[in-house]
């Protein structure tokens, strides 16, 4: 095949070089870490198989060392042919995901606040039924020992003395207090406030990983490498390979991110992972 090829075909260029080089996609493949599928779509300048931003820019580097071209100029190239895509593409799958994660998040949201006015008006009702019958008792308690203390004790007369013997004052009898009746505790909803995610890679992969705003980790994994985060409000996780990412959620398995070659992004939080958990 001719080296010549026209200044807009970058992935030409990338083909030629290799192919120059006597080099098969499977040996950059296997070289790079990078599936053959992407690579692939690389020499047809079909980028929406590519990661964003650096990721995409960090493929391309590693393409053109193993084809003997400069990097730095071949990065220029890239980014003169693709201006905008080589920053934005490569993401359909993310997009999907977010949006279903987000009405999935709304719809768990509505969900928790109808139990917890299901669960609210029967506990309100007993507390005012509970206080206002505590109160009837006690008023009527008070009256009731009131005129048994009032009423005297009444003693047969002895007709025999001159005059009958004046009769004992009696005491007041002591008034019992109001019984407390016991109030059933208000029962709170149970909330995940905590996420704790393992990483696991069964191949070599370039994973990136940014833990409530901060990055924690970007870099290409080796085969059972493993990588703990604990997550307070929101875990961005980028994989270049999903199937060669494996996740546990709070010590619970989840399913796969996505097909082998695939480049995936998902959010997790504490409220929404249990979306990402298997056998739902």
Known sequence: MSADRSSGDFGGKLRAARERRGISLRQIANATKISVAVLEALERNDISRLPGGIFGRAFVRSYAIEVGLDPETTIQDFIAQFPSDSVTAGHPTTVQVEDHEAHESDRRMASTFVRLIAISVPIAAAVVYFGVSGRRTSSVAAPSAAVEASAPETKPIDTATAA???????????????IATPVPPVAAPAADDRLTVGVTVTR??????????KRTINRLLQPGEKSTIEVKKELALTAGDASAV????????????????????????????????QNR
């Open 246 to 277: 494996t996740l546990t959620l709070n010590g619970a398995d989840a399913r796969p991110l996505g097909k082998t070659g695939d480049v995936v992004t998902v959010r997790l939080t504490p409220t929404n992972f249990k979306g990402y958990l």
């Open 164 to 178: 009958p013997p004046p009769a004992p004052a009696a005491s007041p009898a002591p008034i019992a207090p109001p």
């Open 204 to 213: 070599p992969c370039w994973v990136t990983a940014t833990v409530d705003g």
